[in-house]
């Protein structure tokens, strides 16, 4: 059997699917030989994967720079970095870039309105931007400016290539522009509206953007010649797009109209952009430009092919065309791969209302991380996003969030278990297996009812279930199972009252350690897997319980090896100081806003 698996897992895709699988089969339906099936699906360490295949490329999309950051900009963020974090955590060598999109009509008149020279202004924002993803632990590898010089050599030479394939004609544009999408549209993608002042407008009506008509001689790419080529991609490739939904959206629009694209403009309208080389009249479309930034931290177009063929795109749904369209032609063009999966997420809304600098509905995220704390915020937004659908921000829903599952749940569970009454000599307790016997093999009985043994089951197999889930970035779900989990744990504590063990004879006291001993264990696991999402309350939590940093791998997911008659490295070893509570209670706005109110009352009445 081991021979067998080994063979399969040197094939990396197969053994993902095969993990997969088999995980969640297992996982679903627990059985006297699940323990040995478990012991089998190994997380898929990179180890396993041929070492021209543990690159892994992850990409955000740039920013752009005509506003200040805003929540949704730090959620694209966040779960491109989960993404980088979980695949080291694997053995993965991972590289993560994000940076700023600087060029553009958009960015031209932010600049001018802000009365700035438009390098100068964009300095300033991407300054913003980076100064919010360190504030955030965004791990990045690289961050990219698309002034920046290597990013100019990149995108004229793949202008170039393009050009030379005969992609590129010039030809006449005539059509709908919205300068703030900074995107062309067909005219059954816009709509009537008013504007503030109630004059009748054009819009997309994609984004609500206003558009323009616009006329102008320019260079356009033969998008038209690539919609089979791309419906092949797609339909080979079902997971190449990010959740399925959105994969069926863009094989729906590869039905619709597919128009050669625009892929200049007059240099009399744009000046603010890299011209088209060998036509100074002419300034490279920005999204063309933009795009490119992937390739260039590749290293295009000098070596590069060992980190873009394992690139990873998290973008948000506005954005998906320009991504699942116009960049995979545009490589197809180029003779370059494409990318392996564009991981799509939906946007956060406030009050339901989209964030707009006119509604005054704008979050800022480094606001709310110093609020609520970087981790929290990175938790929030990883469990209540939902890349399908859109979700509503909240304040409230925040500090109730992160007191029940953050402050309550796991930090509860992890400071009854190494609380020194339960265990004064404060090291990692003994596991008795006449307490806990293995389940079927059973001489005698001994104290751990059913509802255990079912814990231990979830517990079991939760990194095959989280591993699944992280792998398609529906990590909501995969915090749901560990939530699941860590309130079985809790319900296993409270079953089974250690506190009145304490004082005990030596059966008693065996059994204690063993529940303490098990539920470190779970905590351990919990600490592991969450690492991605919430780097420093893992760590404090890891420490705390004397895990070393070498055993914090994916690796080290090997859940209560005692319970399987193995030596558990941990049994008896000291545990890391108490550095505090995992995660402070935090105060309800409403509550602080009730507060206020019931004390000016008060105020009114004595006087
Ligand atoms: N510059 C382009 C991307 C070019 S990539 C080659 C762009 N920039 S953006 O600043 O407008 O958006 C950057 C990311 O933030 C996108 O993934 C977008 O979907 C995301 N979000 C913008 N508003 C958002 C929400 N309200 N909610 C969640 N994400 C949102 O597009």
Redesign the pocket.
């Known amino acids: 059997m081991m021979t067998t698996y080994l063979s399969i897992i040197r094939n990396c895709k197969v053994a993902q699917r095969w993990s997969f699988s088999h995980a969640t089969r297992c996982a679903l339906s627990p059985s006297p030989s699940f323990w040995n099936c478990k012991r089998l699906m190994v997380r898929r360490l990179c180890t396993d994967i041929p070492t021209e295949d543990r690159n892994y490329y992850i990409t955000t999309?740039?920013?752009?720079v005509n506003a200040a950051p805003?929540i949704?900009?730090l959620?694209?963020a966040v779960t491109a970095d989960f993404l980088h974090r979980y695949k080291l955590l694997q053995g993965f060598n991972s590289r993560f870039v994000t940076g700023t999109?600087e060029h553009g009509l958009k960015i031209q008149q932010a600049a001018n309105a802000a009365g700035q020279d438009p390098l100068s202004f964009c300095t300033k924002v991407s300054e913003r931007f980076k100064y919010l993803f360190k504030s955030c632990h965004i791990s990045y590898t690289d961050y990219i400016r698309t002034t920046e010089e290597r990013h100019r050599c990149a995108v004229e030479h793949f202008w170039t290539v393009l050009q030379s394939k005969g992609f590129i004609y010039k030809g006449n544009y005539e059509g709908w522009y919205s300068t703030q999408d900074e995107s062309f549209l067909t005219p059954s993608q816009v709509g009537d509206a008013k504007d503030s002042s109630g004059k009748e407008i054009k819009i997309s009506l994609e984004s609500g953007h206003k558009v323009e008509w616009m006329k102008e001689e320019n260079y356009m790419f033969r998008l038209s010649e690539f919609r089979s080529r791309l419906q092949e991609w797609l339909e080979g490739n079902p997971r190449a797009v990010q959740p399925e939904r959105f994969h069926r959206a863009v094989l729906q629009w590869l039905q619709e109209d597919l128009p050669d694209l625009s892929v200049s403009r007059q240099r009399s309208r744009l000046q603010w952009g890299i011209p088209v080389p060998g036509d100074l009249d002419q300034t490279i479309y920005v999204w063309l430009d933009?795009?490119v930034?992937y390739l260039t931290v590749a290293g295009y177009p000098d070596s590069h092919s060992q980190w873009w063929r394992a690139a990873h795109h998290v973008?948000?749904?506005?954005?998906l065309k320009?991504h699942a369209i116009y960049w995979p032609a545009f490589l197809l063009a180029a003779d370059l791969p494409l990318p392996q999966t564009i991981h799509v997420?939906s946007?956060?809304?406030v009050g339901g209302k989209?964030?707009s600098k006119s509604l005054g509905n704008v979050v800022d995220p480094l606001e709310r991380s110093q609020r609520f704390t970087i981790d929290g915020m990175r938790y929030f937004l990883l469990r209540q996003g939902v890349p399908d659908t859109d979700c509503d921000y909240d304040d409230d829903k925040v500090v109730k969030l992160l007191n029940a599952e953050l402050t309550d749940s796991l930090g509860g569970l992890l400071n009854r278990c190494t609380a020194p009454s339960l265990n004064p000599a404060q090291v990692y307790p003994h596991f008795c297996s006449d307490s806990f016997p293995s389940q079927g093999t059973v001489a005698h009985k001994g104290r751990a009812v059913d509802e255990d043994y079912h814990m231990l089951d979830a517990v079991r197999a939760l990194p095959a279930v989280v591993e699944q889930h992280y792998d398609s970035v529906q990590v909501y779900k995969a915090l749901e199972a560990i939530n699941r989990c860590v309130r079985q744990t809790n319900g296993f504590v409270q079953r089974h009252t250690p506190w009145k063990l304490v004082s005990g004879d030596g059966r008693d006291q065996l059994w204690l350690d063993t529940i303490l001993h098990v539920s470190l264990e779970c905590l351990r696991m919990y600490g592991t897997l969450l690492q991605p999402i919430v780097p420093e309350i893992a760590d404090k939590l890891l420490y705390r319980l004397g895990v070393k940093p070498v055993e914090k791998s994916w690796a080290a997911l090997d859940f209560l090896v005692k319970y399987q008659g193995k030596d558990c490295p941990f049994e008896g070893r000291a545990l890391g100081p108490d550095t505090g509570v995992l995660f402070n209670r935090l105060e309800r706005p409403n509550a602080e806003k009730g507060k206020h109110k019931k004390a000016k009352k008060a105020t009114k009445v004595k006087s």
């Not at 999309?61 to 752009?64: D, R």
């Not at 973008?315 to 954005?319: C, L, R, S, T, Y």
């Open positions: 999309p740039i920013f752009y805003h949704g900009h959620y694209s999109d933009a795009l930034n973008v948000g749904k506005d954005i320009f997420h946007h956060w809304t989209k964030m």
